[in-house]
């Protein structure tokens, strides 16, 4: 391992991979919140990915994951882990007629096009979700009434313990509604199979069209957010209930929630964690009061956080 100084931050390599050190990670969540990591790392292969988890295992160090980051509350404070970005995990092999193996750091939307182009259908509702395959597994994403569960056959997992990989199936991810089994601080997701059916592409073109007119009149795109950030309650709509109760605006320090779509919170210069934690904590007591329903964030922390904004997760 070599070890050298760039002004600013260090950077060490492992083989091929750079690790950089006191890495400003603020531009790789949606978010855009403040946040700074020890060490930072973006594999281009499965062996580097597993060489940086055991380097971040010699350093005892917790490891993260991150995909697009576009689920994902990066702390503010200082996050003493090593993060390692799944971007770079990004291939796509056909293993048969509309049965695909993909990288987990491939992102939805790149994922989708390359589908329309073979007129496959069954990921048109990926079109706007600014996630990775492997983020969207973990979250189960979906819209329009479809869910990544729909296409799912398998995955390779590796366990973070024992460094093994292994392949799990549809019913070892037990998927609910924005949710898997997998534990990300127990496995990281390597690579998925998905399962296509061959169809019209003017007729799949024509959804995906009508799928990004309709987010682009409903949701605030040009900002900086993480998508939902709620969950939608069984029957409810968050959003509805928040503007319902009197939420649209509210704001706190540069977070302020959406005058286009309530259930997006929109950084609007330099937010932190801190900021968007007290935002949820306030909503969620305005709408307990108003409603009487808890909401539950749909957003994922990454780093260390106080057990009173913890509190919002439970
Ligand atoms: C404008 C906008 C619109 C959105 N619309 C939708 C929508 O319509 N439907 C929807 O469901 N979501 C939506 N989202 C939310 C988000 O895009 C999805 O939840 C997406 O699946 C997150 O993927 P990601 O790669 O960005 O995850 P990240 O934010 O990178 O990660 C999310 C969680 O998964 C973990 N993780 C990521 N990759 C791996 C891996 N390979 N192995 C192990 N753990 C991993 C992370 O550690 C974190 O805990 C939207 C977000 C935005 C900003």
């Known amino acids: 391992m070599l070890l050298f100084l760039i002004i600013g931050f ?31 790392v973006e594999p281009e292969t499965i062996g580097e990915l597993i060489s ?18 576009s689920n994902s509350l990066l702390s503010s404070r200082n996050i003493d882990a090593f993060l390692i970005s799944t971007l770079k995990l990004d291939f796509i092999n056909e293993l048969d007629d509309g049965l695909f193996e993909v990288g987990a750091g491939l992102k939805m939307p790149r994922f989708c096009g390359k589908m329309i182009h073979k007129s496959l259908t069954g990921v048109e509702f990926m079109v706007g979700i600014p996630g990775s395959i492997g983020g969207g597994i973990i979250m189960n994403a979906g819209a329009h009434g479809r869910e990544f569960a729909q296409v799912f056959v398998s995955a390779k997992v590796l366990d973070l313990d024992t460094l093994e990989i292994k392949e799990l199936d549809f019913q070892d991810l037990n998927f609910k509604y924005r949710s898997s089994s997998i534990n990300p601080d127990k496995q990281c997701i390597l690579s998925a199979v998905l399962k296509l059916e061959y169809s019209d592409k003017d007729k799949i073109r024509e959804t995906v069209a009508h799928y990004n007119a309709s987010r682009t009149t409903s949701q605030p795109l040009k900002a900086w957010t993480c998508g939902c950030t709620f969950k939608n309650p069984d029957k409810f709509s968050a959003g509805k209930l928040i503007q319902e109760s009197g939420g649209k605006l509210m704001q706190i320090g540069d977070l302020r929630v959406s005058n286009v779509h309530a259930n997006f919170f929109e950084n609007i210069g330099a937010g932190s964690s801190i900021d968007f934690c007290n935002l949820v904590s306030q909503i969620q007591g305005l709408v307990k009061q108003e409603k009487n329903i808890k909401l539950s964030p749909e957003v994922r922390p990454i780093g260390e956080f106080t057990e009173e904004e913890l509190k919002i997760w439970l």
């Open 52 to 69: 940086a988890v055991s380097l971040a295992k010699e350093k005892n160090l917790k490891t993260y994951f991150l995909g697009g980051g």
């Open 10 to 40: 260090s950077v060490e390599t492992l083989s091929q991979m750079e690790i950089l050190q006191d890495y400003d990670i603020t531009n790789l969540s949606t978010l855009r919140v403040r946040a700074k990591v020890s060490y930072f």
